[in-house]
């Protein structure tokens, strides 16, 4: 990672690296309430992990979660968007044909908002349209 502006490459997140395991899509959420640039990345195994930037730095990132989702199916996408007060929204996409929600707020509390199992779609990309959810299916194009 780089900072453009600074002309300056960042310190990676931590993060254990395996072969096995490898990143599968990855998003930047939007700032929201005076917090933190945040990198969230989904793997092939299901994990969500996030990174929050550092306060009073800008080229160290720290974890705030790590967790299996969705049974340790690939992630396919993630997208987000700033939710209605209650922090980013973020919307992830699996191989196992579920599209799920959740919430991270300023103090890095992460919860579920929805989870759906779509009928015959992978869904392959996602994206937010005001409330709405938009899913475009990996084989088919259905949406």
Same mark, same amino acid.
């Given at each position: 990672?780089?900072?453009?502006?600074?002309? *300056?490459?960042?310190?990676?997140?931590?993060?254990?690296?395996?072969?096995?395991?490898?990143?599968? $899509?990855? $998003?930047? !959420?939007?700032?929201?309430? /005076?917090?933190?640039?945040?990198? =969230? =990345?989904?793997?092939?195994?299901?994990? !969500?992990?996030?990174?929050?930037?550092?306060?009073?730095?800008?080229?160290?990132?720290?974890? *705030?979660? %790590?967790? #299996?989702? %969705?049974?340790?199916?690939?992630?396919?996408?993630?997208?987000?968007?700033?939710?209605?007060?209650?922090?980013?929204?973020?919307?992830?996409?699996?191989?196992? #044909?579920? *599209?799920?929600?959740?919430?991270?707020?300023?103090?890095?509390?992460? %919860?579920?908002?929805?989870?759906?199992?779509?009928?015959? %779609?992978?869904? #392959?990309?996602?994206?937010?349209?005001? =409330?709405?959810?938009? *899913?475009?299916?990996?084989?088919? /194009?259905?949406?």
């Amino acid at each position: 990672m780089w900072d453009l502006r600074k002309k *300056v490459q960042l310190a990676e997140p931590p993060q254990i690296r395996s072969p096995q395991d490898p990143i599968t $899509a990855i $998003a930047w !959420l939007a700032p929201n309430d /005076g917090i933190q640039e945040t990198l =969230c =990345c989904g793997t092939a195994l299901g994990y !969500l992990v996030i990174w929050r930037q550092r306060l009073n730095t800008v080229v160290e990132f720290e974890e *705030v979660v %790590s967790r #299996r989702i %969705s049974g340790g199916h690939e992630i396919m996408a993630i997208t987000s968007d700033v939710g209605n007060g209650t922090g980013n929204r973020i919307i992830v996409a699996t191989q196992d #044909r579920r *599209v799920q929600a959740w919430t991270l707020d300023s103090r890095n509390r992460f %919860s579920s908002t929805f989870s759906v199992q779509l009928k015959t %779609s992978i869904p #392959r990309a996602v994206y937010t349209h005001g =409330c709405d959810v938009i *899913v475009f299916g990996m084989y088919d /194009g259905d949406m």
